[in-house]
């Protein structure tokens, strides 16, 4: 079973950043990928970013120039870097971890919310 523990939400200005982390733990898999994946209220929970293992990369359009995702394999640990935040992200922020042995495994969520 893989667990993961996600970090880093909170409250930023518009245009401000923040940067968020999530450790994977348990049965990692040598092929995976993880990502992250948004959800506001009323609305279906959406792709944010991936990344496999291998570093192979895929970002909502909403998100591309502004967000950067990288992972620490040593560490199972995957990134978000999130740049010129405007109020559209606001949205609890999920973590995924999925490989060829299981369904997609979620983080508990951490609140991003932007405002003044």
Same mark, same amino acid.
């Given at each position: ?25 348990? %049965?990692?898999? %040598? @092929? +995976?990928?993880?990502?992250?994946? !948004? ?7 959406? =792709? ?6 291998? #570093?192979?990369? +895929?970002?909502?359009? @909403? ?6 995702? %990288? ?12 740049? +010129? ?15 060829? !042995?299981? =369904? @997609?495994?979620?983080?508990? #969520? ?7």
């Amino acid at each position: 079973q893989v667990q993961l523990v996600e970090s880093g939400g909170g409250l930023v200005q518009p245009g401000g950043s923040l940067r968020l982390s999530c450790a994977a733990s348990g %049965s990692i898999a %040598s @092929s +995976n990928i993880m990502g992250w994946y !948004r959800q506001a209220p009323g609305l279906q929970r959406a =792709l944010v970013a991936t990344i496999t293992r291998g #570093g192979s990369i +895929n970002y909502a359009d @909403s998100v591309k120039g502004r967000f950067t995702i %990288s992972r620490d394999n040593a560490e199972n640990t995957v990134y978000l870097q999130m740049n +010129n935040l405007k109020p559209e992200d606001t949205a609890v922020y999920y973590c995924s971890y999925k490989d060829y !042995r299981q =369904l @997609s495994i979620w983080g508990q #969520g951490t609140q991003v919310t932007v405002s003044l």
